[in-house]
């Protein structure tokens, strides 16, 4: 028990020095005057980069640029894609990810989340005249109905998960994927039923299936550097007032009215 002792009384400076010496993310994204956002760029109504001005849109767009504006410095927005984010994240290469991000377990052994923004889940979008024919899991797997879905996110996993007979494409560009759908190159996407209701409005034709009863429950919330208790209770608390002051719903109104 002495020695035990004796060791923690070594240990135990050093830890707390460590800790003293140690910058939280807040304070280091103050003192350099930005914050770095990792967004994909393509998943409307969330996050869109519009290529012609070179622009980023969106609800989380908005939100990002007043967390900035809350800390007191610029809201910078780092490129990324739903195949590569956990990596980019856990890089370094950011300070914290947006833009329609879904609660996972497998995401949250690497990092925080915040506290929920909204819930979610999947749900298919078809041609308006297919909503009958695909209404469930079951009535979609079948040989002969082509499912797409954009790379290495949510959307793929639950269709690797779920579609056995039916065949499954991936598309690389999550913009244009829906007008695969029109053009008779695939029959369903399965996704989050706020992107089936923006798509509906947006395209004329589709038809976003039972998005009020999903698939699935989900989730969305901000990506944070996993320990970092400070920037957490921040962006935690942040968020609270914005979900409750009407800041949240006036940027969704931009887009859904």
């Given amino acids: 028990m002495r020695l035990l002792a004796a060791a923690l009384l070594l240990v ?8 003293a010496d140690r910058t939280d993310t807040l304070d280091a994204v103050a003192k350099a005057g930005v914050l770095k956002i990792c967004t994909t760029g393509d998943y409307k109504p969330f996050t869109y980069l519009d290529p012609a001005k070179g622009e980023y ?3 989380d767009i908005d939100m990002a640029k007043d967390l900035a504006a809350a800390i007191g410095v610029k809201a910078e927005f780092v490129k990324t894609s739903w195949k590569t984010l956990m990596a980019d994240f856990t890089s370094g290469a950011c300070d914290m990810a947006m833009g329609g991000i879904s609660v996972t377990l497998q995401r949250q052994k690497q990092a925080f989340f915040s506290i ?3 819930v979610d889940g999947k749900t298919p979008i078809t041609k308006c005249e297919n909503v ?3 209404a469930t899991v079951e009535q979609i797997d079948q040989p002969g109905v082509t499912v797409i879905e954009p790379p290495g996110g949510t959307n793929e996993a639950f269709a690797r998960e779920k579609i056995k007979s039916a065949k499954v494409v991936i598309f690389p560009d999550n913009v244009t994927i829906f007008d695969e759908i029109l053009a008779g190159r695939a029959d369903v996407m399965i996704t989050d039923s706020s992107e089936t209701r923006l798509q509906q409005k947006l395209r004329p034709g589709l038809c976003a299936v039972h998005p009020d009863q999903p698939f699935t429950f989900a989730q969305k ?3 944070l550097p996993r320990g970092d208790v400070v ?3 921040f962006v935690d608390q942040w968020l609270n007032l914005r979900l409750h002051d009407g800041s949240h719903a006036k940027f969704s109104a931009a887009w859904f009215g």
């Fill in 132 to 134: 009958d024919k695909f």
């Fill in 221 to 223: 919330a901000y990506l």
């Fill in 12 to 19: 135990l400076p050093a830890a707390a020095a460590a800790a």
């Fill in 231 to 233: 920037f957490k209770a």
């Fill in 116 to 118: 929920p923004i909204d």
């Fill in 57 to 59: 849109q969106g609800i």
